[in-house]
């Protein structure tokens, strides 16, 4: 579960960042602790020496043991009713020389005491003791209740990054329930997503619902295939189908004439099939979207499909270009487009009339001189199956520009149509500048 993997690492950052902070307080404290118990050691060691010398008895404290150390070795207490501190070789060095300190640590009753000897001048040593339990018992308290705080503390962090993290990925939660809503289901309509708000989350909400307005808009264009496709393959199939029976029931009693007009039908119109469905193909497959795209000379493109067309039909095809920009496109892909282009041009204007294709930066346009484009068509030219009432008898399966369409909408380029006014139609597409 992601809230619980999110919960557990953010309280181990927080469990880490008590014990770093811990330890290094407690690293500095320590020697800083040990130190100024030293240094009370060494200045009570220096209050009873001033008061020996000045032969006045130093005043006893609860917490330490003082006793003098003669140079012979002898031991005698300044702390009336307390035990006597052992004494090692090193602290009667000390009091045979009258000078210089020994520390030790020395326990007695089952408790820590520290013990300072410190060289009287003119022989002998002070031993001064202090008693170390409340400094331990301190420094227990302090380490239990910093283990009774950090546990506190972990718990507090524990169920607020809960909380907190649980919020955060709500909008995650709603998008998991939607996607699998979609995947059971398989209906993008229903699906309904939170609200994207800020952040990396918004991103991905954002991302997701322009990810599922593509897959309706697809689905809507496969439906809308699938209905059109169904709706003009049926002519040409009928068509065939009508010439085969005629022929299955005629047996030989055509007449050869009659016989070849049937003939000629039925590869007219198998031709016609063949062509469409390379073209439905084409659309339902999107192929030239797989096609690595690669800088590009929009003249020198135009200028190979204009030859095709040349030794083709016999055309007069001019490529033209201004200003001609360098674009990043898929070859073959604008290549089709360009086709198409010219197909179209060819097919709808006279035979002894030139043919222009013209470049301007990243536009391409074909201007033919024929009968030009129905104003009230001007605006479905580009759409599947569209046939124009003047061009309904001649061939072709109104996909040309529908692919046109979809090839240069795939390069977020832009397709054009429009009457030019010397007569004449002109037609083409334009990238854009970022291509």
């Known amino acids: 579960m992601l809230r619980t993997k999110v919960t557990l690492v953010a309280v181990t950052a927080i469990v880490a960042a008590i014990l770093v902070t811990i330890v290094t307080a407690y690293r500095a404290v320590s020697p800083l602790v040990a130190d ?3 240094r009370g050691l060494t200045d009570r060691a220096d209050t009873v020496l001033a008061v020996l010398d000045a032969g006045a008895t130093p005043p006893v404290r609860p917490d330490v043991t003082e006793q003098l150390l003669l140079p012979d070795g002898t031991v005698r207490p300044l702390t009336p009713g307390r035990d006597p501190l052992p004494v090692t070789d090193a602290d009667r060095a000390v009091a045979r020389a009258g000078q210089g300190a020994n520390e030790t640590e020395v326990v007695a009753d089952g408790e820590t005491h520290g013990v300072l000897t410190k060289g009287r001048p003119g022989g002998g040593a002070v031993m001064v003791s202090q008693n170390w339990a409340e400094v331990e018992r301190i420094d227990h308290q302090f380490l239990w209740r910093t283990t009774w705080i950090t546990l506190v503390a972990v718990a507090v962090a524990a169920l607020f990054s809960w909380l907190v993290i649980g919020r955060i990925l709500r909008p995650i939660h709603r998008l998991a ?3 699998k809503h979609i995947t059971s289901t398989g209906d993008l309509s229903a699906a309904t997503l939170p609200d994207p708000g800020g952040g990396e989350v918004g991103d991905l909400t954002r991302s997701f619902d322009s990810m599922l307005s593509a897959l309706r808009f697809s689905r809507a264009q496969q439906h809308r295939l699938v209905q059109d496709a169904s709706h003009e393959l049926r002519t040409p199939l009928t068509s065939v189908r009508g010439s085969a029976e005629l022929l299955q029931r ?23 099939l063949d062509a469409l469905i390379g073209e439905l193909v084409d659309l339902a497959t999107d192929q030239h979207t797989a096609e690595a795209a690669v800088a590009l000379e929009l003249p020198a493109l135009a200028e190979d499909c204009a030859q095709r067309f040349r030794r083709r039909t016999g055309r007069t095809i001019t490529v033209t270009a201004d200003d001609p920009v360098t674009v990043t496109a898929r070859p073959q892909g604008l290549a089709r487009c360009v086709d198409n282009l010219l197909n179209n041009a060819t097919k709808y204007s ?5 043919i222009v294709v013209h470049i301007h930066r990243t536009r391409l346009s074909v201007r033919d001189n024929g009968s030009g484009i ?19 008898s001649t061939p072709g399966s109104g996909l040309g520009l529908a692919i046109v369409h979809d090839i240069v909408t795939a390069h977020d380029g832009t397709v054009f149509a429009r009457n030019r006014p010397e007569g004449g139609a002109e037609v083409g597409f334009e990238l854009s500048q970022r291509n």
């Open 36 to 38: 100024q118990i030293d």
């Open 177 to 179: 329930a939607a996607t």
């Open 250 to 272: 005629a047996r030989g009693r055509l007449t050869p004439e009659d016989e070849a007009t049937v003939l000629t039908t039925l590869v007219q119109e198998a031709r016609a």
């Open 350 to 354: 006279p035979e002894d009339t030139p």
């Open 374 to 392: 129905d104003p009230a068509d001007i605006d479905s030219v580009f759409d599947r199956f569209y046939r124009a009432g003047r061009t309904r």
